[in-house]
């Protein structure tokens, strides 16, 4: 309908979907959204997610990216990098190298590309300092974008993500309503037109936020998250070792709507009362 009979999404955790949860547990995310945008309700068409959480751009590219040129879609989402930049001491320019190769295979094979900036992390507490090299890899990113024809989707400049509400307790990973309003961009970019508009105000807070509150969370977060983080970073593992895509192969694309009956069926039901 809109030029897309099949894509593939590949990345890490942002394209695989966390922290936009399914009943099931599995996650939904932006880039399954924006394949039920793509297909329109239509049975032939296609798509595979390849991404995972904790991949780095090596990963990426030594693993998901032969099996995408392979298969050959009319769309591939690339999104990647975020978990290399954020390390300390990364060297970006290595990592802008290793991003545009990728790019440039895709597009050598006559392949549509859709990447992603990253966010402006400024309303995030203690991830606000990764401002200064999210901003760096940027302008890389859209300098790539411009030299291979790939379009971009400017998450920095999104307004809707400069609201607390938009990310998750984590401070990496969005919010299902962050999720929906990047596939919503996303197929705007891509020139589909769309009910609704991602620019929508967030509602008003109930409860403004105190600073000894903040302070919490930090205090929080600092435990549950940033921690655990530095401690697989320092043994060399990935929230994702052991999983597997969650769609590795091109197939066609079940209505989250059938999904719902399913797992509300009187057998569903009766074996979760069990």
């Not at 993500?161 to 919010?175: G, M, T, V």
Request: aromatic share 8%.
């Amino acid at each position: 309908m809109y030029g897309f009979d099949s894509y593939v999404a590949i990345g890490d955790s942002f394209t695989e979907g966390l922290n936009d949860a399914l009943p099931d547990g599995s996650f939904r995310g932006w880039a399954d959204r924006l394949a039920e945008i793509l297909a329109a309700g239509r049975s032939d068409f296609r798509y595979a997610n390849l991404s995972l959480r904790g991949k780095m751009l090596d990963e990426i590219m030594d693993e998901q990216l032969p099996i995408a040129l392979e298969l050959k879609p009319d769309l591939v989402t690339l999104c990647a990098g975020g978990n290399d930049i954020i390390v300390p001491g990364a060297d970006v320019e290595a990592v802008v190298e290793r991003f545009e190769e990728g790019v440039a295979k895709l597009r050598e094979a006559g392949i549509p590309v859709l990447i992603f900036n990253g966010p402006d992390t400024k309303v995030l507490s203690v991830m606000s300092v990764l401002r200064g090299k999210v901003a760096i890899y940027n302008t890389h990113l859209w300098a790539i974008a411009e030299r291979y024809g790939a379009r971009m989707v400017d998450l920095w400049t999104m307004g809707p993500l400069h609201d607390r509400r938009a990310w998750s307790d984590d401070r990496l990973h969005f919010s299902p309503e962050a999720h929906r309003r990047i596939a919503m961009k996303s197929a705007e970019v891509l020139g589909i037109p769309l009910e609704g508009d991602w620019r929508e105000p967030w509602p008003d807070e109930a409860v403004p936020s105190r600073w000894i509150d903040s302070r919490r969370s930090d205090l929080a977060w600092t435990k549950v998250h940033l921690l655990p983080w530095i401690r697989r970073q320092l043994r060399g593992q990935s929230m994702g070792d052991g999983l597997s895509p969650k769609r590795p192969q091109l197939s066609p694309l079940v209505p989250l709507e059938v999904l719902e009956v399913a797992e509300n069926t009187p057998h569903q039901q009766q074996q979760q009362a069990s």
